[in-house]
């Protein structure tokens, strides 16, 4: 729809120790449900996403990781070519959080792979978190989609009919939420537009074991001298209006 010739590469196929997991009760069969989406125009590339990932940041230092997923890709090149670590910019995820939506302690992305998500979270370089905190503040509310499906173009009608899926899901399943979160692209503008965010450097841990608090992270808020140092930067606002504004331009930029 937009033109794009950026590699596609496929990922792994499970998690590092737990069973595969889906989002289907949120974002439907397909993944994407609610839009009439075209066939893919060319095939996935021959070479994985681990060894892409690898690949990349081997040869360009100074690269941002932003996954918006589970993190097993990440972790499995992380585990493969620990060197990475000290060449990228830093790893900005979408996922985590003080509280749950697929259990009540923990978000999905976390809780599907725990195991990748600890790996990523102990790597040891800069780490930025937008959690449901934040996300959640971040909202596809009737209005703002209104906005996206009047911008010209097919990708804004696409676009603003995966908002309407995913907000009616989610609107039907929380309270006190006029619209679907807006998840991912938090991850993106922290990096980009990062003074319509308020963020901490914090110490957070993901749990692996607990019968009721598998995938949880733990971000350690105590005012207490003894606390670990921080591993990670958690994003706890946006200031939501600007923030859609610029999500609303960059689609009317690919819309034109």
């Not at 090149?77 to 670590?85: E, F």
């Not at 195991?115 to 800069?126: C, D, I, L, R």
């Not at 980009?192 to 971000?219: A, C, N, Y």
Request: charge should be negative.
């Amino acid at each position: 729809m937009i033109g794009s010739k950026a590699p596609l590469h496929q990922g792994a196929r499970r998690p590092l120790v737990a069973e595969p997991k889906d989002a289907a009760y949120v974002h439907g069969e397909s993944g994407l449900d609610g839009a009439d989406l075209p066939e893919p125009s060319r095939p996935a590339d021959s070479e994985d996403a681990v060894q892409f990932i690898i690949e990349s940041c081997r040869n360009a230092e100074g690269i941002w990781l932003v996954p918006t997923g589970p993190l097993t890709n990440i972790a499995l090149a992380l585990r493969s070519a620990p060197d990475i670590a000290h060449k990228i910019a830093g790893i900005s995820l979408m996922g985590g959080g003080t509280f749950g939506n697929r259990t009540t302690a923990a978000e999905f992305n976390i809780w599907a792979d725990p195991e990748a998500a600890a790996m990523v979270f102990g790597y040891g370089g800069k780490l930025i978190m937008s959690g449901l905190d934040v996300t959640h503040k971040l909202q596809a509310t009737p209005e703002r989609i209104e906005r996206v499906r009047a911008l010209p173009g097919k990708l804004a009608g696409v676009l603003a009919d995966l908002f309407v899926f995913f907000s009616d899901v989610y609107v039907s399943r929380h309270d006190n939420m006029r619209g679907g979160a807006v998840h991912d692209p938090c991850a993106v503008l922290t990096l980009t537009h990062p003074q319509l965010f308020t963020m901490k450097d914090q110490h957070v841990v993901v749990e692996t074991s607990g019968e009721h608090s598998r995938g949880m992270t733990l971000v350690d808020m105590r005012g207490l001298k003894e606390r670990k140092d921080p591993n990670c930067t958690v994003v706890w606002d946006v200031e939501a209006e600007a923030a859609f504004n610029v999500i609303v331009e960059s689609i009317a930029a690919f819309s034109s």
